[in-house]
């Protein structure tokens, strides 16, 4: 980013108290030396769902890492320590994104709780063994039925991957909605589905049908994915047009993991007579437009089924559609949002072959299986998920993936019907903004309580008034002396400036609790800091006194 640029970008943000930001975050972080630890640094940004490898810190990890090589050739560096001064330079090119991670304002706040909910869902599939992988190509029958993926990826590129996530297996039908948003993008509706319907078929994937108007039924099914194919940059020639859409294919994953896999691709034009038959039938019909090449388009659509993409990378590719088009790690608007709104759709209401109607029933989000074993799902304006498990039940659907899907809808109330208020028996991990202040309580006591100083840290950045007490008037301070949590308690008085004095309805300061827990080194760090303040209680300081100098 040019000077002017972040000069530019650092005035817009003044207003909002960015020009601070920095300072602030150092604060926190920095030890006794005033020093920061750039690892802690990474720790805290990756807790927040971003990972170092992040396109949009790039210029913060480079400049980490040049520090890191200058500190190796240097024997009076402390090395994995920065300033202050180096602190700011490092991290201001990034700092949009990363105050928006520290101040908690990404789409899912509570990145590591909702990690371990995935983790469980996972695990919990990973025991189904149930279905056998496609057979009607020897490239998909001998791959390992065992591989298992998922992939999280949100809207803010929050991300999260457990299992076999960077093995590349072909899209197959889950290429079908991104054809078909790659056509709407260019094409109005009006005219894409002058060929195409937008009804569920009721009848298989490859059934030789056409609806009522003699169109294929919609562009999720063979016959509705090989009109879409022959629209899709028609007026280029088919090597460019395959050009084209693998472009568009590494735009959406933000520039990771897409190939080709020409052995599949191979085997699935020897092996096509339901999809030639199809073809035909369709020109018998009418269904193409003028000049259409049948061959060429049957081919073509043969190559699009055979573009592979990771677990990791498909990830993206549902985020950049439950981001309206935009890809969360570039920020590179790939699709317009019309495209997307219409795409998702379509993958509601035809994504799962014919077990279509019955998930959006019980899921109730738009999803679209291949017969590798993938499964895009999509949380509208919230993440995408790609699964990946072989193994395909009687619709040909990924038997892991599908039971993952569900698990996934009855812990959060992701189902597009779910009563976002009174849902009360799911999670809901968005954002914050219908948290009231009595949640705010229950996060920072649970955390004091917990030991969780990361989670103080984020909470105080927020702005939040760390001195909150509930009904009893216990404080986090309180809690965290109880508890013996020397680390929150030093935070809570160095840092955020808590009170030492503050009094529970009992009339007991958390350097009572401390006492009477028998926390002798947190005791006497709340002494210390009660007879240190300037606003001290004399009353209260005599008892403590005495207090300290019993033991
Ligand atoms: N290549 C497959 C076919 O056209 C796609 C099958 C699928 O994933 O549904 O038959």
């Not at 049957?298 to 055979?306: A, D, V």
């Not at 549902?318 to 997307?340: D, Q, R, S, Y």
């Not at 590798?372 to 993440?383: D, K, Y």
Request: proline content about 4%; aromatic content about 10%.
């Amino acid at each position: 980013m040019s000077t002017t640029k972040v000069l530019q970008l650092r005035s817009d943000l003044l207003p909002f108290g960015m020009e601070d930001f920095e300072d602030k975050v150092f604060d926190y972080l920095c030890d006794s030396r005033d020093l920061l630890s750039v690892d802690k640094f990474k720790k805290i940004l990756s807790e927040t769902g971003l990972r170092n490898s992040d396109p949009r810190l790039k210029e913060t990890m480079d400049n980490f890492h040049d520090i890191e090589m200058k500190q190796l050739h240097d024997e009076h560096e402390l090395r994995g320590y920065i300033t202050r001064d180096t602190f700011k330079e490092c991290v201001t090119d990034n700092i949009t994104l990363i105050s928006k991670a520290l101040k908690n304002q990404f789409i899912i706040p509570e990145w590591t709780p909702f990690c371990e909910n995935i983790r469980e869902m996972f695990t919990d599939c990973k025991t189904n063994n149930a279905g056998k992988p496609a057979t009607y190509i020897p490239q998909l029958a001998r791959v390992n039925p065992a591989y298992w993926g998922c992939s999280v990826c949100t809207i803010d590129g929050q991300r999260f991957s457990l299992g076999d996530t960077q093995v590349p297996f072909s899209l197959q039908s889950i290429v079908k909605p991104l054809s078909y948003a790659l056509v709407l993008n260019d094409l109005t509706p009006e005219v894409v589905h002058k060929y195409v319907g937008q009804e569920p078929s009721g009848k298989s994937f490859n059934e030789l049908t056409l609806d009522y108007q003699n169109k294929p039924h919609n562009p999720m099914i063979n016959s509705g994915a090989i009109v879409v194919s022959s629209l899709l940059k028609k007026e280029l020639n088919i090597a460019d047009r395959f050009d084209y859409t693998m472009e568009q294919l590494k735009r959406l994953t933000g520039g990771e993991h897409v190939s080709f896999n020409n052995s599949v691709y191979l085997s699935e034009r020897a092996t096509a007579d339901r999809n030639f038959a199809l073809g035909y039938y369709m020109r018998e019909n009418k269904c193409f437009p003028d000049d259409v090449d049948l061959h060429e388009v049957l081919e073509f659509y043969f190559q699009l089924c055979s573009i592979e993409t990771t677990c990791e990378s498909g990830a993206v590719i549902a985020a950049t559609l439950a981001n309206g088009g935009i890809c969360p790690m570039t920020g590179e608007k790939v699709l317009c949002a019309e495209a997307v709104r219409n795409t998702l759709s379509l993958m509601h209401s035809c994504g799962m072959y014919d077990y279509s109607g019955q998930f959006a029933f019980t899921v109730g989000l738009p999803a679209k299986s291949g017969v590798a074993g993938g499964v895009m799902l999509v949380v509208p304006n919230v993440m995408g998920i790609f699964l990946y498990a072989p193994p395909l039940d009687k619709w040909g659907n990924s038997c892991k993936g599908v039971q993952f899907c569900k698990n996934l809808v009855s812990k959060f109330n992701f189902h597009n019907y779910d009563n976002l208020k009174f849902t009360q028996r799911k999670i809901d991990p968005r954002g914050r903004a219908t948290e009231s202040k009595a949640q705010d309580v229950v996060n920072l006591l649970f955390s004091a309580y917990n030991g969780d100083v990361t989670a103080m840290r984020r909470y105080s950045l927020l702005g939040m008034d760390m001195s909150l007490a509930d009904y009893d008037g216990r404080t986090a301070l309180h809690l965290a002396a109880a508890e013996g949590h020397l680390t929150i308690v030093k935070f809570l008085l160095e840092k955020c400036d808590v009170s030492p004095f503050l009094e529970d309805r009992w009339k007991c300061t958390p350097f009572d609790d401390a006492k009477k827990f028998g926390h002798t080194e947190t005791a006497e760090i709340l002494g210390k800091a009660m007879t240190s303040d300037p606003d001290k209680d004399t009353s209260k300081m005599t008892s403590v006194f005495r207090s300290l100098h019993s033991d």
